[in-house]
C-alpha cells in the first residue's frame, strides 16, 4: 500500500518481509482471497492495483477523529467471537476505548444466547471496550446509545430511513440490518468495564433463506457496495459524541434521542416476549433510564427492562 500502482520486485518484497520467496507467494495468494488485486509481470515484480476492504489499524485510523474511541485497535481476520476477545483484553486492563474488529467471526452472537450471521470480508463485526462512570443499573442506557449511534450513521451513509426497535435491533423498511450487544464486568456500585458488540450487515450480496424475511443488508437496500470502513468510521464518531452528552447531561440526553429515531419507542402495538412471559400492548415512551413503557389492555403501565420486542 505505500507503494501502491509501483511494480515492487519479488526479491526485494521478500526480503523486506523476512520470508523465501515462496512464502511471499502464498502470501500475495492470500490478498488476493480477500479481494486484493496484485498483478504479477514476469521478470518484474508485483504491483498493487486494487486495495481490499479489509479493516486493519492503519486503514481505520485514517478513518477516525482523534479520539478515544479506537485509539487502541485490534484487528482479527478470524475470532470466535469480538465480544469475546474484547472480554479477555478488558480483563487485562485493556484501555478504555479499545476496539477489537475481525474480518469474520466463526461464533458470533447475538442477545439470548442467539448466533450471529458472520461471513467473510462482507459484514462489519467489531466490539468497543468502554470503562464508564456508570452503576451497573444505569449501564443498560449504552445499548440505546450505541442503536441511535448505528442508525445515524447508517442512514448516513446508505440515504435510508433507519429504524431502532427497541433496544438493540437497527432496521431498514421493517428488517435487521445490524444488532447490538453490551455486556459489563461489575461491582456493586460501579461498572469496571462494558463492551458494546456491533454487528452490521453491510455488504451481504444475499441473506440465508431462513433469515430473509426479517434480516437485510445495507448492500440489498441500496444495490451498491458500501466500504466497512466508512461505516465503522462513521459509528464510532458518533458514539464517542453521544457518550460525551451521556457524560455531560445524563441518561436523558439518550433517551431524548432515541425517542426521535424509534417508531417503537411511543404509539406502537407490541408483543415483548421475556422467557416464559407474554407482554402485549402500546408502547407510551421510555422512563428515565431507558425502559420501555408498555401500558397494556387493561391500562397498567409496565416498565420493559429486557426482553423480545417484535410488532404485534
Not at 39 to 45: A, F, H, M, Q, S
Not at 96 to 106: C, D, N, R, Y
Not at 110 to 120: D, I, K, M, Q
Not at 240 to 245: G, I, L, N, T
Request: aromatic share 4%; with cysteine; proline share 5%.
Amino acid at each position: 500500500m505505500e507503494n501502491a500502482t509501483v511494480v515492487m520486485s519479488g526479491t526485494k518484497l521478500a526480503s523486506e518481509l523476512r520470508v523465501p520467496h515462496s512464502t511471499l507467494w502464498e502470501l500475495i495468494e492470500r490478498l488476493r482471497e480477500w479481494g486484493a488485486e496484485v498483478r504479477g509481470l514476469p521478470g518484474t515484480g508485483y504491483q498493487l492495483v486494487k486495495v481490499p476492504d479489509l479493516l486493519t489499524p492503519k486503514m481505520i485510523r485514517q478513518r477516525l477523529h482523534a479520539g478515544a474511541f479506537g485509539s487502541r485497535i485490534h484487528h482479527y481476520y478470524q475470532v470466535d467471537s469480538t465480544m469475546n476477545e474484547a472480554a479477555r483484553l478488558a480483563a487485562a486492563k485493556a484501555p478504555h476505548g479499545a476496539l477489537v474488529v475481525a474480518e469474520e467471526q466463526t461464533a458470533g452472537r447475538g442477545r439470548f444466547g442467539r448466533s450471529w450471521f458472520s461471513p467473510r470480508g462482507t459484514g462489519l463485526y467489531f466490539t468497543l471496550i468502554l470503562r464508564p462512570k456508570l452503576a451497573p443499573a444505569a449501564a443498560p442506557i449504552l445499548t440505546l446509545l450505541a442503536g441511535v449511534a448505528v442508525a445515524e450513521a447508517v442512514g448516513e451513509l446508505t440515504g435510508r430511513p433507519t429504524d431502532v426497535r427497541w433496544p438493540n435491533d437497527v432496521l431498514i423498511r421493517g428488517k435487521k440490518c445490524a444488532g447490538i450487544l453490551v455486556e459489563m464486568t461489575a461491582q456493586p456500585e460501579r461498572v469496571e468495564h462494558a463492551q458494546i458488540g456491533v454487528g452490521v450487515n453491510v455488504n451481504q450480496a444475499e441473506i440465508p433463506p431462513e433469515l430473509a424475511a426479517e434480516a437485510t443488508s445495507l448492500r440489498l437496500e441500496t444495490g451498491r457496495t458500501i466500504s466497512r470502513l466508512d461505516v465503522l468510521g462513521a459509528i464510532l464518531k458518533r458514539m464517542e459524541r453521544h457518550y460525551h452528552q451521556l457524560e455531560e447531561r445524563g441518561a436523558g440526553a439518550i433517551v431524548e434521542r432515541f425517542s426521535e429515531v424509534s417508531s417503537y419507542a411511543r404509539g406502537k402495538r407490541v408483543r415483548v416476549t421475556d422467557n416464559a412471559r407474554v407482554l402485549t400492548g402500546e408502547t407510551v415512551g421510555l422512563s428515565s433510564e431507558g425502559k420501555l413503557l408498555v401500558r397494556q389492555d387493561d391500562g397498567q403501565i409496565e416498565a420493559v427492562l429486557s426482553g423480545l420486542v417484535r410488532p404485534e
